[in-house]
């Protein structure tokens, strides 16, 4: 019982989250689980490291699959304007695919190194399939969205958003938030995602 007591006061007093939060069932998520998302920019699956849903309290990475926009804008964080480097395209990956996977993906001792999967082409679909609040020890929980495409050739295939406090180490983010804030709504970047209902349905991939 002691050590049960010690181990509470220690996690208050060191302010590290504990514990993985499903909002996904919540009625203020329901419009953002409800809606349909379509990708506005060229983009590309990528081997990444994602929150681990199935880990102990405080949480870890795993590895899953990523998505990430080819080119991102400069975009600024804290008041500084951050270029990143990155492929233009498809083909300009391709041209120095070993370069620029060393580049974009921070090998650790004994891991493979990581690379890019495939391009996902504009107007490809996409459903947000969960929302969590996750433990980032002191940083506190961060929001998390999981994502299934529902078109194009990698259709069923599950990502997970880049994020501000994710474990995405490839680029900007495409949800705006840090942390999960209900009466601010789920706000998600229009450089990469809008609602179909913005596009018409032409321009969308089958």
């Known amino acids: 019982m002691k050590e049960i007591a010690l181990f509470s006061v220690a996690l208050l007093l060191g302010g590290c989250a504990y514990g993985i939060v499903d909002r996904s069932n919540e009625v203020r998520n329901a419009e ?7 990708t506005v920019k060229p983009a590309f699956l990528y081997e990444a490291r ?11 990475s795993t590895f899953c699959t990523g998505i990430q926009g080819f080119d ?3 975009y600024e964080v804290d008041h500084h304007t951050h270029h990143y480097e990155y492929p233009k395209s498809w083909a300009a990956y391709l041209d120095a695919k070993n370069t620029w996977d060393e580049t974009l993906f921070k090998k650790l001792l004994f891991e493979k190194q990581r690379s890019i999967i495939a391009p996902v082409n504009v107007g490809t679909t996409l459903d947000i399939t969960g929302v ?21 050739e990698f259709n069923g295939t599950e990502v997970e958003l880049p994020s501000r406090g994710g474990f995405s180490d490839a680029g900007p983010d ?3 938030q840090w942390t999960y804030r209900p009466d601010q709504g789920i706000e998600l970047s229009s450089e990469y995602l ?3 209902d913005n596009q018409p349905v032409d321009n969308r991939v089958k």
């Open 50 to 60: 994602c929150a681990d849903l199935d880990a102990s309290g405080f949480g870890g």
């Open 32 to 38: 953002t689980l409800a809606t349909c998302y379509v």
């Open 132 to 152: 969590y609040e996750y433990p980032r020890g002191e940083t506190g929980r961060v929001l998390i969205l999981k994502a299934i495409l529902t078109s194009g």
């Open 194 to 196: 809008e609602p179909c």
């Open 174 to 176: 495409w949800v705006r």
């Open 72 to 74: 991102p804008a400069p």
